[in-house]
């Protein structure tokens, strides 16, 4: 299985600032998934980092909120702009493919927005 | 609309219990269904289902597919404390984003000792 790493794993931020999430996995996947889990539901796509262009974003989430880097085939990075209370969640990441053809995820970012 | 429905919602039993989670689900281009269980922040993998009727196995815990009736079942036996947690049935498409999961809302299992 791919094992996934990601940070910070939790952190207390300021209504109006930004927080950049970092996803890496320890090999070579095809697809990384960006997650949102608020509080007491499921989780929910924000969008797919593409390796060496733009994101593609889900219904409901926009590139300015939400800007995603995937540079390489092992890692990518969420940015939570201008974040509201809100935007307290837990974000994943998760990868598809290489070696295994199941989708795993990262231990998840726990963020609350004061 | 695809969706995915999981039952029921929560759930508590104890040490020893055995307990039956279902997930059904309405989706165009049915590709697999996964189970994940989720304790704190991040889901692990428990099966992938492709195929109706073969039984998927790991020590306590089996999931078995019916792709006729749109459904799977994940069944835990001898249940056991560190079982407690929200279990995620997902719902992977054919086409699109490879890897994009419709999730349910889950089962929340509280195993009491």
């Known amino acids: 299985s791919a094992v996934i790493s990601q940070k910070p794993s939790r952190d207390i931020c300021q209504r109006g600032t930004s927080l950049t999430i970092q996803c890496q996995v320890d090999s070579q996947v095809t697809m990384m998934f960006w997650y949102r889990q608020q509080p007491g539901q499921s989780l929910t796509l924000i969008a797919t980092a593409n390796q060496g262009s733009e994101a593609t974003y889900e219904s409901g989430f926009v590139i300015d909120k939400f800007p995603i880097s995937r540079p390489n085939l092992t890692f990518s990075t969420l940015t939570v702009s201008n974040m509201s209370p809100e935007d307290s969640s837990i974000y994943l990441c998760?990868?598809?493919?290489?070696?295994?053809?199941?989708?795993?995820f990262g231990p998840g970012t726990r963020l609350t927005v004061l | 609309e695809d969706k995915v429905v999981q039952s029921p919602l929560s759930l508590v039993v104890h040490e020893g219990d055995t307990v039956t989670l279902n997930c059904s689900y309405e989706?165009?281009?049915?590709?697999?269904l996964l189970w994940y269980k989720q304790e704190k922040k991040a889901p692990t993998f428990l099966f992938m289902l492709t195929s109706s009727g073969i039984e998927k196995k790991s020590g306590r815990l089996s999931s078995i597919l019916d792709k006729k009736e749109l459904f799977s079942i994940l069944n835990i036996t001898a249940t056991q404390t560190g079982d407690s947690a929200v279990y995620l049935c997902?719902?992977?498409?054919?086409?699109?984003?490879?890897?994009?999961?419709?999730f349910g809302k889950g089962t929340k299992l509280s195993v009491k000792p």
């Open positions: 998760s990868s598809y493919g290489g070696v295994t053809d199941t989708q795993y």
């Open positions: 989706v165009t281009n049915f590709r697999s």
């Open positions: 997902a719902v992977e498409k054919i086409g699109g984003s490879q890897g994009n999961l419709i």
